[in-house]
């Protein structure tokens, strides 16, 4: 049975560097075709792509925040971390992992089981 | 990046309806696509991938078609637990983009 929990910060001020881990059981990130996600969505509003981290360790990120996002991944402890710097109160929102697996490479990728989410309000 | 536009932002149907919605890509993205329901409070869940593949477990009722840019939805006979926003997502490249979601409303 696939699992994952999103666990970080409830508040975060602005300028400051959000952290976000996702605790994942019922897979590997070590098998070959295994990818996982970081989706978000601002209060109200839609489902946002953030960043993918393949089983091989190849990253994509949305261009739009490449500039402010890491992830990475330890495939002993089950775990993907997701960094977002100097966030401002648009980045408010519930930041959600999700498990895919995927046909090729930046193609092909199904978010089939998700996490809880995890609401961050970034304000002072 | 590619544009995906669903439509209608948000409809009013009862139980027994069919509810039909449909995605629209800014480009052709073969049958890479994928549709999820999301609940108030809840993480979204996979209905269909690969444009009309139900996944396990999800109720006969849902159905997906289409290929190339245009792409629909249909819930036969609306269920109560039917009420929820629905979201379409391309999977033909990254940088992966959902639409902007239809809410299902009870009428």
């Known amino acids: 049975q696939i699992t994952l929990k999103e666990s970080g910060p409830a508040l975060v001020k602005p300028t400051q560097t959000l952290t976000l881990t996702c605790s994942f059981s019922g897979f590997s990130l070590s098998t070959s075709g295994v990818a996982v996600g970081w989706v978000r969505q601002p209060p109200g509003k839609a489902l946002d792509w953030l960043a993918l981290?393949?089983?091989?360790?190849?990253?994509r990120y949305s261009p739009s925040l490449k500039s402010r996002l890491t992830i990475t991944k330890d495939a002993a402890e089950n775990q993907v971390v997701l960094t977002l710097t100097n966030v401002d109160t648009v980045d408010t929102a519930t930041y959600y992992c999700?498990?895919?697996?995927?046909?090729?490479?930046?193609?092909?990728?199904?978010?089939?089981?998700w996490g809880q989410g995890n609401l961050v309000t970034v304000s002072s | 990046d590619i544009q995906m536009t669903q439509s209608p932002p948000s409809l009013s149907a009862s139980v027994g309806d069919r509810v039909t919605i449909t995605c629209r890509a800014s480009?052709?993205?073969?049958?890479?696509l994928n549709w999820y329901h999301q609940k108030p409070g809840k993480a979204p869940k996979l209905l269909i991938s690969s444009a009309s593949s139900l996944q396990s477990g999800v109720p006969s009722r849902f159905s997906g078609s289409g290929s190339g840019t245009d792409f629909s939805l249909t819930i036969t006979s609306l269920q109560p637990e039917d009420f929820a926003t629905y979201y379409c997502q391309q999977s033909y490249r990254t940088p992966l983009t959902f639409g902007g979601g239809t809410t299902v409303e009870i009428k």
């Open positions: 999700a498990y895919s697996r995927f046909t090729s490479r930046s193609s092909g990728y199904d978010f089939s089981f």
């Open positions: 981290i393949h089983w091989d360790d190849d990253k």
């Open positions: 480009q052709s993205i073969s049958n890479y």
